[in-house]
């Protein structure tokens, strides 16, 4: 049928016809209104969007909008939106957290129950579909200027080998002159380790830490000197055997403090189930499932504040408990991924938190011996925070694409800087790919199932400071290695921004925190809580009805071994695709991966081999896609490699 323009484009024509007469009597304010109206329709054309693509912004109800801070594909095809407190400081107070899942396929929202703050915490695919969440907030900064009361970290110790100690929230540590401070979470300090028998018997204190503040404001609770502090309550060989330590309590700035709490998020039921605490309390940490299933959780600011130096921990899914892991310092939410072999590759991008000399170098870290075998190349190397990272497609080759970035901390600094890394030659070297069309930091980016790679987003600035919003998007093409013109998204997103592929081929996009709404930085920013979705350019091919479709086959294909599906276009089919869905908070999606399958085709049926190597295939719920000669993918079929 040939296009026939609506209602509203013929009064947008006809609106850019009035502009043309008006502008001969120097009407610019008239100029700029019939421009956006012929913008309007020209982005509504078949042929515009079948290059381009378009967007849309879906239809939220009120009590379902949310500071998404995570976000992450369920093998159920819904999306976990997680914001915790959001950001927000009221929130946390009221101990308002919210979790909501979200259905692409009605548009329709259902609210969790949400069982700690899980602002900034870390989350990863689990081997049976579960996703794992684990940290999150147990305070929130507090900058120099608004610190009221003095505090800091307390080292609690306990000397007695025959009992563990339990503190209750609120306990109070008095120090030698007499002030006092309260606990603000409840602890429990370990037994002493007692070895030997006899006179050889040694008996080594345990300890753990807390962080106290004055019970009253002030700067005479300042105490910048090292000293023992006695803990109110205790009586005789409780009050000799376990003591506070602290270095220093001051009215510094004091920095967002972690949870230890992990839970499993189950996507059938729709429930978290609580699971077994980490060790150390973790405020933005990065998780990363390994070829065993099992996960790695590493960095992140601890229950005092402090970024935590190298202390990474192994979850197993089976014990449903942690163990202490390889330790190696990173700076918080490292961008880590799984590569063939084994080995975790560190692209150097990162969200922050950390000195600014220290974890900030690209490598290869080999967990069984613990050694980080450093990669040079990188262009604008003082750039890598707020950078965006992934594993290109597909996965078999073996190189990383890392785009944008900015400065350490509220820095000005961005670049256009896109490089690449071969980890597949015997000595790897960053090599710079095409730069982005600006400067560019906070850029979310999505492999899609014809193995393009779709950027959008980000700001040139911190937090989208000077209205900096970088609104465009585009394509990088891996075999060709160049960007190609997107359709600009609507919504600028910048901080506290996801994006992540849908089962049906289309791109979700949430959240942006920019710190203030106003060029002039002089109006507080909000939080962007519309989700707008990306159609590409094959979802409007003339032939879109004609994409393949994959019908019965295997739910569970064996590893290594072959699985045959019925699929209506299969003599088509040119290219077939394994899909881990993302889970991705603050631009570090460590998870989605497209891995390239072997296949033949025979009648209405398409035979695949699923690689044996789990470095390559880790356990958990995949996405099967399969793509023609046009270009067009099926829908996704969930499949299963436990």
């Known amino acids: 049928m040939p296009y026939r323009p609506t209602k509203r484009v013929k009064k947008a024509l006809m609106g850019t016809g009035v502009v043309l007469v008006l502008a001969g009597l120097n009407a610019p304010a008239a100029i700029g209104f019939a421009s956006e109206q012929y913008h309007d329709y020209r982005i509504a054309q078949p042929a515009y969007k079948a290059r381009y693509g378009s967007w849309q912004l879906m239809n939220t109800p009120g009590g379902y909008r949310l500071n998404a801070i995570h976000a992450s594909l369920l093998h159920t095809g819904k ?10 400081r009221r929130q946390f107070d009221a101990g308002t957290f919210t979790t909501v899942l979200w ?37 929130y900064e507090r900058l120099g200027g608004d610190v009221e009361r003095a505090g800091g970290r ?3 110790k306990n000397e007695d080998p025959d009992k563990p100690m339990r503190l209750a929230k609120g306990t109070r540590f008095i120090s030698p002159s007499g002030l006092t401070y309260h606990s603000m979470t409840a602890v429990t300090v370990p037994a002493a380790k007692k070895t030997g028998t006899g006179t050889r018997t040694k008996v080594t204190a345990a300890e753990t830490t807390v962080f106290v503040e004055a019970e009253k404001k002030g700067r005479k609770f300042v105490n910048g000197v090292h000293a023992q502090y006695e803990i109110e309550g205790l009586r005789g060989a409780d009050a000799d055997n376990v003591y506070g330590l602290a270095q220093k309590l001051t009215m510094d700035k004091q920095d967002f403090q972690g949870i230890k709490d992990a839970y499993e998020f189950d996507p059938v039921k729709e429930e978290y189930v609580r699971v077994d605490p980490m060790a150390k309390a973790r405020w933005y940490p990065t998780l990363v499932t390994l070829a065993d299933g099992r996960v790695l959780s590493v960095s992140g600011l601890d229950d005092v504040g402090e970024i935590l130096y190298g202390d990474n921990e192994i979850y197993d899914p089976k014990t449903k408990k942690w163990s202490k892991g390889p330790n190696r310092y990173f700076p918080t939410y490292p961008a880590l991924f799984l590569t063939k072999g084994g080995k975790l590759f560190y692209s150097g991008a990162n969200a922050g938190y950390g000195p600014a ?36 497609p597909p996965a078999q080759d073996q190189k990383v694409m890392v785009l944008g970035g900015g400065g350490v901390g509220e820095s000005k600094k961005s670049t256009k800087r896109t490089t690449i890394v071969d980890l597949t030659t ?13 400067r560019t930091r906070y850029l979310n980016s999505v492999i899609l199932p014809d193995d393009s790679v779709f950027t959008t987003g980000g700001s040139r600035d911190y937090r989208g400071r ?23 998204p609507v919504v600028g997103r910048n901080y506290h921004t996801e994006a992540l592929l849908l089962p049906d081929g289309r791109v979700a996009v949430f959240g942006s925190d920019s710190l203030f709404s106003d ?46 599906y019925e699929v209506k276009g299969a003599s088509r089919v040119s290219k077939v695709r394994l899909l881990r869905p993302s889970s991705v908070t603050h631009v570090t999606d460590v998870e989605q991966r497209s891995v390239q399958l072997d296949f033949t085709k025979r009648g209405g049926t398409v035979t695949v081999k699923i690689p044996s190597d789990r470095s390559l295939v880790p356990p958990g719920w995949y996405m099967l896609t399969m793509t023609d000669t046009e270009g067009l993918p099926s829908e996704a079929k969930w499949v299963h490699l436990p």
């Open 79 to 88: 999306v976990l939106l997680i914001a915790g407190s959001g950001n927000d």
């Open 103 to 139: 259905d692409p396929k009605d548009n329709s929202y259902r609210k969790v129950k949400t069982p700690a703050d899980l602002f900034c915490a870390g989350h990863t695919q689990l081997g049976d579909g579960r996703l794992l969440v684990a940290g999150g907030t147990a305070r």
């Open 154 to 156: 307390m080292l609690v």
């Open 357 to 392: 000399e220290r974890g900030r170098v690209p490598g290869l870290w080999d967990l069984k011996k613990n050694t980080f075998e450093p990669v040079p190349g990188m262009t604008d190397p003082d750039q890598l925070e707020t950078a965006g990272s992934l594993l290109l």
């Open 426 to 438: 015997s000595d790897p070297v960053y090599r710079d790919g095409p730069d982005l069309p600006e």
């Open 466 to 488: 000077s209205a900096s919003n970088v609104l465009k998007a585009q394509f990088y093409d891996p075999g060709s290695n160049s960007f190609r013109q997107a359709a600009d």
């Open 519 to 564: 060029k002039g930085n002089t109006r507080q920013g909000t939080f962007e809580q519309r989700i707008e979705v990306y159609e590409p350019p094959y979802l409007h091919h003339k032939d879109i009805a004609k994409r393949p479709v994959i019908g019965d086959g295997p739910q569970r294909p064996s590893v290594g071994g072959k699985a045959t």
